[in-house]
């Protein structure tokens, strides 16, 4: 299966700050995830990255907020901008490995997010 | 609408049991894959068991094993030997060839006492 990084582990940040999450595969792969996962709740999905074209965000998020990048196969950024301290969650990203013909995710790690 | 219910928010067992975590879901699709994964305290997501919906043989994995009930669209999960490691939130999901977005469960805490 894939094996997925992320970066930061965790951060701490300033209400009205940016910042931006790195999501790293060690193979290509078509389709990435980003999920947030506020305390106690399960996941939600931000948006869908695919290599080529613009991200696909779910209701409820908004590329102004959420800018998202997929520069090549194995690799994608999320940013979260402008934060208040209702932003502090656990960022997740996933990826579908084509390699195994069923569709499941493998996730990365998780980036802690406290915006104070 | 597609759904995942989680019925039990927290179970205790002690280590060396037997547990099962309850799972029914909702879609109208015919052909869909059901999962199970774990979240420990660290926080990584770890993929657990997967089942096929067009399999009707039940999905092992180790200590892991599942009741697939197609007709009730029943996905339970059975820990045998449970393990202090087993300590997690519990996620039940699934998605459908037509739709690659993961539906998840609420989770259940299971706590694994020594």
């Known amino acids: 299966s894939a094996v997925i990084s992320q970066k930061p582990s965790r951060d701490i940040c300033q209400r009205g700050t940016s910042l931006t999450i790195q999501c790293q595969v060690d193979s290509q792969v078509t389709m990435m995830f980003w999920y947030r996962q506020q305390p106690g709740q399960s996941l939600t999905l931000i948006a869908t990255a695919n290599q080529g074209s613009e991200a696909t965000y779910e209701s409820g998020f908004v590329i102004d907020k959420f800018p998202i990048s997929r520069p090549n196969l194995t690799f994608s950024t999320l940013t979260v901008s402008n934060m208040s301290p209702e932003d502090s969650s656990i960022y997740l990203c996933?990826?579908?490995?084509?390699?195994?013909?069923?569709?499941?995710?493998?996730f990365g790690p998780g980036t802690r997010l406290t915006v104070t | 609408a597609q759904t995942v219910t989680q019925s039990q928010p927290e179970m205790s067992v002690q280590e060396a049991e037997t547990v099962t975590l309850s799972c029914t879901y909702d879609t109208s699709e015919s052909n869909y894959y059901l999962f199970w994964y774990k979240q420990p305290p660290s926080r990584q997501m770890i993929l657990v068991i997967r089942q096929e919906a067009y399999k009707q043989q039940n999905a092992t994995e180790n200590r892991f094993s599942v009741n697939f009930q197609k007709a009730a669209k029943s996905f339970s999960l059975k820990i045998s030997d449970s393990q202090l490691g087993d300590t997690a939130m519990y996620f039940c999901?699934?998605?459908?060839?037509?739709?690659?977005?993961?539906?998840w469960g609420a989770g259940t805490k299971l706590i694994i006492k020594p």
């Open positions: 996933s990826v579908e490995d084509p390699r195994t013909g069923v569709r499941e995710q493998y």
């Open positions: 999901a699934f998605n459908t060839d037509s739709n690659y977005q993961l539906i």
